[in-house]
């Protein structure tokens, strides 16, 4: 069993394949996909000159030197509707935001600082040329590339590939991947609750994490502790699915079974991982199908999964390899601790009179879900540190920056 930091862990599976293939979705399917295609700009956008404001639109060869200007008003310019002649000498038109710059036009009042007379306007003195114009290409050029393949299309992206035309994206497939708790002391909710028992929380929280990050996902139920059962199980979810992930049952236990049963199936590699929550984490392979095996503890699952399991079903996923952001924030609590491991406490920021702030869950075992449910990010505690004192910059990561 290798012991190892997260950031050896996360640094070996930073190269891992994407297994993905491609498809075509429309737009309105693309929110949430990894794009498989660099995307190019057919065409500048704004495609022309435009106005910025609800104004007037002038030339700047009919001002009058360092005073007002009284000009006819020879129309109205509206959105969709590019005048279709030259502005002549001594004309200027009432111009709506988003109506093209007529040709001729060299700026823009807004339609507040014009005095507007029966058939003419009067601007005032020396209006900045160019103002209140948004120019040609201001927010893209024709032949840029404006989106990157692996990105996770949020619905700016999907924004963006509309605004440059395009109907549809090339995207990766999304991942199949199973998911299967274990242990004979677990029973479904909706069932009576014998002595010793508890309710299968992992295999419901894990589903969910599992479908925020768009992965189809099968409920494949409960395994017992029985090694026959575990790896005919194992053996039938590698047939059809891209990843297979179990919680329980990896530790040392002599019903932990799941270490055998995939052993025997194909290859495992077992990280007592330095961190806490966390150990162990079991990686393998069962035929074309990852396993990766949770943590019982539900907080070692969901904590594991965030930090293990989603980079790497992202990678196979063909998304670009990121690391979610931390941000100093100054704790509102004390700590002493032992060096060695680094170590993730459930937090949540407060906001008062000394400003932004992070306190931690009274609790920090691996097995009460509620502090997970209670916080809102995870302080990271670097494997060094021995104490935390209040008003300390640590870093916080926001829970929303690895649930989606
Ligand atoms: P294990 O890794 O199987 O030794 O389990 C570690 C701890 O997590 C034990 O206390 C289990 O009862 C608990 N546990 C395992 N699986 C689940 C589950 N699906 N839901 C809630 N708790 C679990
Ligand atoms: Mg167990």
Known sequence: MADLSLDEALAS??????????????????????LAEDVVSPLSVPPHDNSAMDGVVYAQADLSPDSET???????????????????PGEAFRIFTGAPIPVGGDGVVMQEDCRFEDGAVTLPANPRIGEHIRRVGEDVTAGA??????????????????????????????????????????????????????????????????????????????????????????????????????????????????????????????????????????????????FIGLPGNPVSAMVTFMMIARPLLLRMSGATWTTPPRFPVAARFALRRKPGRREFLRARLIVDQQGLGVETHRSDSSGVLTSMAWADGLIDVPATLTEVTPGMMIDYLPLSEVLS
Not at 78 to 86: K, V
Request: proline fraction near 7%; charged fraction near 25%.
């Open 13 to 34: 599976l930073r190269d891992v394949p994407c297994v993905a293939g491609t498809e075509f979705v429309a737009l309105g399917k693309a929110l949430g996909h990894v």
């Open 70 to 88: 009284r000009l006819t008003l020879a129309g109205t310019i509206a959105a969709g509707h590019p005048l279709d002649r030259p502005m002549l």
């Open 145 to 290: 590339q404006v989106l990157t393949a692996g990105t996770r299309l949020r619905p700016q992206e999907v924004g963006v590939a509309a605004l440059i035309g395009r109907t549809g994206l090339a995207v990766r497939r999304p991942l199949k991947v199973a998911v299967l708790s274990s242990g004979d002391e677990v029973v479904e909710p909706g069932r009576p609750l014998p002595p010793g028992a508890i309710y299968d929380s992992n295999r419901p929280t894990v589903i969910a994490l599992a479908r925020a990050l768009g992965f189809i996902v099968t409920d494949l139920g409960r395994l017992p502790d029985r090694l026959d059962v575990v790896k005919d199980a194992l053996a039938r979810a590698a047939n059809d699915h891209d990843a297979i992930i179990t919680t329980g049952g990896v530790s040392v236990g002599g019903e932990d079974h799941m270490r055998a049963a995939v052993e025997s199936l194909g290859r495992l590699e077992q990280w007592r991982l330095k961190m806490k929550p966390g150990k162990p984490v079991a990686l393998g392979e069962i035929g074309r199908a990852r």
